[in-house]
């Protein structure tokens, strides 16, 4: 964690959060644990975290839309109870009223706060100009490109005036040239004498992106969703992506949010339990398309390049690269994926040898498979129902991911042989070729 001193005022304090949502089986999924932060006037905030960190979710419980389960939210020192009166959103998903202008669009917040016509107009107008859109006022948002509407979207939060400017992957939505211009726009403004707000909180999961805005990365580590760590980032602006201190803080966040920051401790997948190390949510053909590409390219490539060169997001390619580093097929260092041994004889082997050699590797490292083999292996005869793994997982999983997790095993069993499943039985049974293996109990 940081000790950085902020010295700004305390716009935004979240004590001790907390966030459940009941579950589909009358149970409770915890979404938020125990988060506490403050967001000052002055800075940039970015909310880093891969699918499923709670990062919307801890960004919408600042902005009042969703209350807490526990712990609390103070605007100003005050605790809220309702929608914050300090911030305003921009959304991933535009949400612009289509049969509104966008001059109507962008004065529908203060509308809603009951300021006159007159000054809503010319409200609205300076925001419009302050954005890019003047000439477009009239427009509707089917007339508009992709960025144009988004740059309504920061009008209609910017028109308000508010403390806090919250934006939920505003971006992402965006081609990547598009994207940039409306990143280093919005920086210009930032740095610039008329920008209406003092304070940002912006949701990515794009590490690039975060070094590029925020003064402070939040990195959320998922189920549930946790601060793992803080980062100062430290560089004047505008940043250069080329540069050394640039690149050292990208892969230092590649590091945390995969999981293998210095003082983290994961367990080996060789001896890890199925709640330990949850199975990553990866198809086989996607895990080894992945190493292929990286043998391809001569065994080592810069995941951001790979994702843009694919046109994926990297938080696209991260269980692909997950289960290729718990198969041992990948390693990865910073922000390269760097091909093992293993990894050459699986991608280069026949189709035969190929899922031989996945099969030894799930077997042994990958937890749920393995469990499920040695449990299949100890029955009396080589036959389990899925039930009986669903409820050991839903001990450690919600009702979904525990589905989640059992699929996936399935799947990488029946691909390396290990096991099938009867789907109208609800039945796995080891593969004829294993019954013979010695009993052993379950891990």
């Known amino acids: 964690m940081s000790t950085t001193t902020h010295t700004g005022d305390v716009l935004v304090s979240v004590e001790k959060v907390s966030k459940s949502f009941p579950g589909t089986a009358g149970d409770e999924l915890r979404v938020l644990d125990a988060i506490s932060l ?8 970015a909310l880093l975290g891969r699918s499923g960190s709670g990062k919307s979710t801890l960004l919408r419980t600042i902005a009042g839309l969703i209350g807490p389960t526990s712990g609390s939210v103070r605007y ?21 009223m289509p049969w509104l202008t966008v001059q ?23 925001a419009i100009d302050m954005i890019g859109l003047d000439g477009f006022e009239s427009a509707y948002p089917k007339e508009l490109s992709g960025g144009m509407r988004q740059r309504v979207g920061f009008a209609r939060a910017l028109v308000l005036e508010p403390d806090l400017l919250l934006m939920d992957e505003p971006f992402s939505a965006l081609d990547v040239l598009t994207a940039e211009n409306l990143r280093s726009e919005l920086m210009r403004l930032w740095d610039g004498e008329r920008f209406p707000t003092k304070g940002i909180c912006i949701v990515t999961h794009n590490i690039e992106e975060a070094v590029l805005l925020a003064d402070r990365v939040i990195v959320l580590g998922a189920n549930p969703g946790h601060i793992s760590a803080e980062v100062e980032v430290g560089l004047a602006r505008p940043r250069d992506r080329r540069a050394p201190a640039f690149a050292a803080l990208v892969d230092r966040l590649y590091d945390l949010l995969t999981g293998r920051e210095p003082d983290h401790v994961v367990p080996e997948p ?111 005869d080589g036959t389990l129902r899925a039930a009986f793994f669903l409820d050991l997982l839903r001990r450690g999983f919600s009702t979904d991911d525990a589905r989640q997790q059992l699929d996936t095993a399935i799947d990488w069993g029946r691909y390396g042989e290990l096991f099938d499943y009867d789907t109208d039985a609800g039945q796995i049974t080891l593969d004829p070729a294993h019954r013979t293996a010695p009993a052993v109990t379950t891990a």
């Open 38 to 45: 403050d967001l000052r006037a002055g800075e940039i905030v």
């Open 270 to 380: 060789t001896e890890a339990t199925p709640t330990a190390r949850p199975l990553p949510i990866a198809s086989v053909g996607g895990l080894a398309g992945l190493v292929e590409i990286v043998y391809a390219q001569g065994g080592r490539v810069d995941l951001p390049d790979i994702a843009a060169e694919l046109s994926f997001e990297i938080d696209d390619l991260l269980p692909l690269v997950d289960a290729a580093a718990m198969l041992d097929f990948l390693f990865v260092a910073g922000a390269d994926l760097n091909l093992t041994p293993m990894g050459t004889a699986f991608t280069t082997a026949d189709i035969q040898d190929s899922k031989k050699i996945f099969a030894e590797q799930a077997r042994h490292r990958a937890p749920l498979v393995r469990t499920i083999y040695k449990a299949l292996a100890a029955s009396a």
């Open 104 to 126: 109507d669009n962008v004065e529908l917040g203060l509308a809603a706060q009951g300021v006159p016509p007159a000054q809503r107009r010319e409200r609205a107008l300076k």
């Open 76 to 96: 100003r020192g005050t605790e809220l109870n309702g929608a914050n009166p300090g911030t305003a959103m921009v959304f991933q998903s535009f949400a612009l």
